[in-house]
């Protein structure tokens, strides 16, 4: 599909990116770049690409596409760094959880002669660095283009097939709505997983010892999410400020309902609450986003 | 182990016990007594007892133990109605989430020549009902049994070894610290859970199944957990509210300033607690509370 394609941050979605585009055969010559030297090496060694390159500079040269697989607060600085050595026609993209920002920080300083479309797959998992990937993170999950009426319209459609070849379901969608719909789905949970496990772990040293023990009554599925990267996760609520503190505020004032409901003993409103909820798993198995199984089919009996 | 073993109530956990029972061969014969005469039908059809009693007063004759697998709030009414027609030393437990409430509703109304000896559990699914049990579901967790210092120790030992037979770790704990660990562990979780899927609950149609759509971002997660049983929860708030309304005040203290800093673009203090949380994950994989396997070990691509 692409002579060369330079993927920028080598961390869980670059070095999937790195797999799925050998097995596919979506590049012939794949360039890694990376700030941290141990990182670089370490992606040699796991044999990711063809091309380990410390300078940004060099690694994105005659690339026709060019993968930004850094925290989102990293973008701008790239953007600065990348632009005067672009190939004219090259398509530039990410992988952020925030796309207002990222084309807010990348758009200004790009050249008119390159196609800058922003993406994100959803997909992860709560680990992180280049050992952490694999080929298959990307099938049958959902990718979202946020390019705009100003973007190329073939650079949008090529990277689209990219994502198809990858094996995600591609969106597309404005960069804005973008990030009110994942404020929802992704900021807001990881932002209560971090803040429920932060709040156990001010309790004492005994109590928490407990809380570890007795996990698995509902604790530990929050210990899931909130194990995710942590630089990763700093910059999307920074760059994500506005959308997650309405929906914060939201969830804010329909957690002070229920605290209220407990207070007064109310079961009615309790019940009702927790019978609508149910719902909303049922949606997301039909349509195939988790599995059925009892506890995610956990292999607890293995453990 | 036991002559006869009666089961009110045949739920997830109700039926888990039956088969359980039934694989380790634990009691000679197991009465199944439950309220609604669908549930107590679905019960037979599924061979999970021997005896299959609506007239819980019928099902308590002759036990040797008997289990309360009912929602919280059935407590009271049960043993009032139970304690005529219990034999002699016979020991009564239950596998409540709640344990001070449970002592509170059944002691006084219990006579002195039947023990006592409350328990939980702390195991489960999303899913309930009679079909919803299985086996292996105890296996490998830990049960909590909460007598207290009147409490016949052999009736304790006896009630220990059913449960270690059932393939749990036996844990001794008061009832009072019991319910505010379980708070932490259980509770405030599941409160949080519900609630953030009610506000999702909340959005327009279309916002709504743009979320159910990309839920793999994090938002599934608690949706699972929202999917537990309304009735069981609804009790579990109202018969734990002490403990529960002081775990969600911290909770609720500790957001608060996590909106600050997210406001205010302080991403040292997100750092610094986004790094602090994984280490929980860590001693819980570590003590095989959870899989380590990325994503629950989901078996995403079977889908």
Redesign the interface.
Known sequence: MFEKVTLIGIGLIGSSLAHVMKREELAKSVAISTRSEKTLKRAEELGLGDLYVLDTEEAVKDADLVIVCTPV?ACEHIAKTIAPHLKTGAIITDVG?VKGSVVAQMQPHLPERVHLVPGHP??????SGPD?GFA?LF????C?LTPDQKTDEAATAKLKLFWQKCGSHVEIMDAHHHD???A????????????????????ETD?RS???????????????????D??M???V??HN?EA??E??G???E??SS??RA??R?D?DH??D????????????IE?????D?????????E?
Chains 1, 2 share one sequence.
């Open positions: 607060g959880s959803i997909a992860g998992t709560e680990y952490a298959s099938e049958n999950r959902w979202i009110l719909v994942l929802i789905t992704s900021h807001l949970p990881h932002l209560i997983a971090y803040n429920i496990v932060g709040t156990a772990n001010e309790l109590t407990e809380v570890i023990k007795f996990s698995a009554s509902g604790f530990r599925d929050f210990t899931r999410i909130a194990a995710s942590p630089t996760w700093r910059d609520f920074i400020k997650v503190l929906i914060l939201r969830f804010s329909d957690l229920l605290q407990i207070r003993g079961g309790l019940f609450l927790f019978s609508r909820t149910r719902e909303i798993r049922r949606s997301i349509i195939g986003q988790d599995v199984a009892p506890n995610f089919g956990r292999d607890e009996g453990e």
